[in-house]
Nanobody, 126 residues
């Protein structure tokens, strides 16, 4: 079992920035593709960003492309989501996810991920 622990959420003013982090319990983190998803109140969970195990390939939802950046530091077993130019519509619970060992490519499909973090509230005020 891979445990994913998130941190870095909070309250930020529109136009501001925030970075959320996700640390995995296994050193095999480097062999998982990672993703970030979010779920706003009253809405379905949606894809945000994903990154291959090597960090060489990334995917972004159109709604966050050019504002958010996903990255990873495999030596620390940690993935990051840097969120810039935040908007009130970015308010949601953010979840990190890991595809599972040996699943190296990023995907926007939630069902392709085997492990999920506990969720981290990000609130953007207007």
């Amino acid at each position: 079992q891979v445990q994913l622990v998130e941190s870095g959420g909070g309250l930020v003013q529109a136009g501001g920035s925030l970075r959320v982090s996700c640390t995995a319990s296994e050193r095999t983190f480097s062999h998982y593709a990672m993703g970030w998803f979010r779920q706003a109140l009253g809405k379905e969970r949606e894809f945000v960003a994903a990154i291959s195990w090597s960090g060489s390939r990334t995917l972004y939802a159109d709604s966050v492309k050019d504002r958010f950046t996903i990255s990873r530091d495999n030596a620390k077993n940690t993935a990051y989501l840097q969120m810039n130019s935040l908007k009130p519509e970015d308010t949601a619970v953010y979840y990190c996810a890991a595809r599972g060992r040996g699943r190296l490519l990023p995907t926007a499909a939630g069902y392709e991920y085997d492990y999920w973090g506990q969720g981290n509230q990000v609130t953007v005020s207007s």
